[in-house]
């Protein structure tokens, strides 16, 4: 039952605690005390020693830990054509705090021309023994946090314009990876699984949104974003309610949009958040297709806490009542570091969780 392709057995969603020599450097370079050059040779410094430890801890595909970004998200974001940095009056409420208070404004037409992050994917690659993975943002966090991102009304009087370009501004991505080598990259799909809360459907609702509406447009964008890819490229979705300085954003469980999850997206395989009563029960599964796999959240990533086997074993079983267990892989249930601030826990005890995950995947799939 040992998987040769992604998703594997014992996977992780891929972003990382920075390391304080990766923090330093960011920060001298933020106040131009060190060139671009010194902060890149820290970054890759650190990258390769991530990817050996990722090595170490026994999992099949690595990431650079987003270690040269500072969100999740903006960052890509960032780096298509007609998208810019925009400074908000204030974050994202996350439970208990603001995020920094940064965004993206479209202010032409959206494209893609080339990223960074296509090199960002080769370094990886050129470095590590297994499979290299890349994570971008799904197609939905250009739209979807609950401040209206701004767009100019000049480049898109209307959304549809708006939503077919960043559809195909996605295409143009994912195949340029796929031609950089990339056969495994995995879309971090966050408000399909805020459509899960009544509070979040409400905020859409308020700004002039169908909540309704926005959960098959989400799935149409990722469903163009991988009509280009080569056969042999696995494109997996990460679902996760809010990720920052081990806060979250929503809850509810998967019921409200699996429909779409699972008959409309044509994704290989759903990380799927399941870490705590916030993201509902398994009963969902029971619409996974054939032939797709889900890897399960039941690592939590925001304590430092090391989930007992006994306890995750218990877990896995009760999925297996929904879904084949052959079907089934688990992981960490969401990044270490959405977020370069991080998560409330140390680098020591996210290591022991990614030892933790491939110690039970071999032994309840061998």
Request: aromatic residues 8%; charged residues 30%.
């Amino acid at each position: 039952m040992k998987r040769t392709k992604p998703p594997f057995r014992a996977d992780h969603v891929g972003s990382l605690l920075r390391p304080a020599a990766l923090k330093d450097a960011r920060a001298k370079r933020a106040r131009a005390e060190i060139p671009a050059a010194d902060l890149k040779a820290v970054e890759d410094r650190e990258i390769e020693r991530a990817i050996r430890k990722q090595e170490e801890a026994g999992l099949q595909s690595v990431t650079d830990g987003e270690f040269r970004r500072s969100w999740w998200h903006l960052d890509f974001l960032w780096g298509l054509d007609g998208v810019e940095r925009h400074v908000m009056d204030s974050g994202i409420a996350f439970a208990g705090v603001n995020t920094r208070a940064e965004g993206i404004k479209v202010t032409g037409k959206v494209g893609f021309s080339g990223h960074p992050m296509i090199e960002h994917y080769k370094f990886v690659a050129a470095h590590t023994k297994v499979t290299p993975k890349i994570t971008i943002p799904a197609p939905s966090a250009i739209y979807g946090r609950p401040m209206a991102t701004p767009i100019d009304k000049q480049a898109y009087p209307d959304l549809d314009g708006f939503f077919h370009d960043i559809g195909q501004a996605y295409r143009k991505a994912v195949r340029a990876f796929a031609d950089a080598g990339c056969r495994y990259l995995q879309l971090d799909e966050v408000f399909i699984a805020m459509l899960c809360d009544e509070k979040y459907r409400q905020q859409m609702r308020d700004r002039g949104d169908d909540p309704e509406r926005l959960g098959a447009i989400y799935g149409d964008l990722i469903n163009v974003a991988m009509s280009d890819i080569p056969a042999d490229m696995t494109i997996t979705m990460h679902m996760c309610r809010g990720n920052y300085k081990s806060t979250f954003m929503g809850a509810g469980g998967y019921e409200a949009v699996q429909e779409i999850l699972f008959n409309k997206i044509n994704v290989h395989g759903y990380f799927m958040e399941y870490d705590d009563a916030r993201s509902g029960g398994f009963e969902p599964l029971r619409m996974l297709p054939k032939g797709k796999q889900v890897v399960l959240g039941i690592v939590t990533t925001k304590t430092g806490k090391l989930e007992s086997k006994d306890d995750l074993k218990r877990r896995i079983d009760e999925a297996a009542k929904f879904a084949p267990l052959d079907q089934l892989c688990i992981s960490g249930q969401c990044g270490f570091a959405s977020t370069e601030e991080g998560n409330v826990l140390t680098e020591d005890e996210q290591w022991a969780k990614l030892r933790r995950i491939v110690e039970v995947a071999e032994e309840v799939w061998g």
